[in-house]
């Protein structure tokens, strides 16, 4: 049973990957189910790293200049 998770927030999807993640670590569930579960908690994953990428990319950092104002500059994010 797969929903329409476009709309849906990012708390959402988290606490709905919670969720599906606790029934997996449970093992009650049948193979079909714990695939579909688990193919459903990859999707979610996908989304909310999805989401994360885009807020990073807005995110701004406020630095001060030399002359003692703020200064707007784009986050960039160091790859190590």
Do not use: H, P, W, Y
Not at 1 to 25: D, P, Q, R, W
Not at 36 to 50: D, Q, R, T
Not at 51 to 59: D, F, G, S, T, V
Request: hydrophobic fraction near 30%.
């Amino acid at each position: 049973m797969e929903e329409n998770t476009n709309n849906v927030s990012f708390e959402e999807k988290m606490k709905k990957l919670e969720e599906i993640a606790t029934e997996l670590e449970k093992g009650d569930l049948d193979l079909d189910t714990s695939v579909s579960k688990f193919e459903e908690g990859m999707k979610l994953s996908k989304e909310c790293s999805e989401i994360l990428e885009k807020a990073e990319k807005k995110i701004t950092m406020l630095i001060k200049g030399e002359d003692g104002e703020l200064v707007e500059e784009n986050f960039v994010q160091n790859e190590e």
